[in-house]
């Protein structure tokens, strides 16, 4: 079935390291990929999307790469901060629009740990 | 900025008690959903609503109903809560033009 999954649940980094968290997905329909981050007790946290006709998109300190040939997402963390300590989640968007909500569907999370 | 509220953060009912979510955005937004989110599971949806009045059921809406009275408010309705609703309930929104979903805070609901 269709799914968005991620490779590893735990990364660990050092302060001012950079940061990749990987994500792989199975629908080669998917319209949009978003990346969330979501803090302990807090609802999840749009970071930055990106277009499935695109393959890069840099927003502040963050990356997104698309490789739609092997089904791949990836989110790049610059610099990485202790604030950055949180789960991230990869989702696709389907068939949305007008009506439409389309499907989104989450990854089940990393959990980044930036050491001081 | 984006701003969805959910009025309660932590609640405790008891089984068979009816529970009420409230969930409020200040965007204008069409699209409100209500997510569940539990360990090992990700989030799933429960329902959504398209427009005021209109409401399609997600992927797990068996004990749920929702409500979309005005177009600001989603509610979501537990009719007779059990131990296995106890979760964390994340309200979201969304324009029909746009493809980004924002979240609440989230609900904590523990249902003894």
């Known amino acids: 079935g269709e799914s968005v999954g991620l490779h590893l649940p735990t990364l660990s980094v050092q302060e001012g390291d950079n940061s990749i968290i990987n994500c792989a997905y199975s629908?080669?329909?998917?319209?949009?990929f978003i990346w969330y981050k979501q803090e302990s007790g807090k609802g999840p946290q749009f970071i930055i999307d990106?277009?499935?006709?695109?393959d890069k998109r840099q927003g502040q300190r963050v990356t997104v790469l698309l490789n739609k040939t092997v089904k791949h997402l990836s989110l790049q963390i610059a610099a990485t901060q202790p604030g950055d300590s949180a789960v991230y989640f990869c989702?696709?968007?389907?068939?949305?629009?007008?009506?439409?909500?389309?499907?989104?569907?989450f990854g089940q999370g990393t959990i980044l740990t930036v050491h001081p | 900025d984006v701003k969805v509220t959910q009025s309660s953060r932590y609640l405790v009912k008891r089984t068979g008690e009816k529970v009420f979510l409230e969930c409020v955005q200040d965007?204008?937004?069409?699209?409100m959903f209500w997510y569940r989110q539990d360990p090992g599971l990700g989030l799933r949806l429960i329902y959504f609503?398209?427009?005021?009045?209109?409401?399609e059921k997600g992927d797990i809406p068996e004990g749920y109903s929702v409500s979309r009275e005005k177009k600001e408010r989603f509610s979501l309705i537990l009719e007779s809560a059990s131990t296995n609703q106890t979760s964390m309930y994340l309200c979201?929104?969304?324009?029909?033009?746009?493809?980004?979903?924002?979240f609440g805070e989230g609900s904590w609901l523990t249902v003894v």
């Open positions: 989702a696709d968007l389907t068939n949305a629009g007008g009506t439409s909500y389309g499907k989104l569907t």
């Open positions: 990106i277009r499935s006709n695109m």
């Open positions: 629908n080669s329909a998917s319209d949009y």
């Open positions: 979201a929104s969304r324009s029909y033009s746009g493809n980004t979903i924002y």
């Open positions: 609503s398209y427009d005021v009045k209109m409401k």
């Open positions: 965007m204008d937004h069409e699209n």
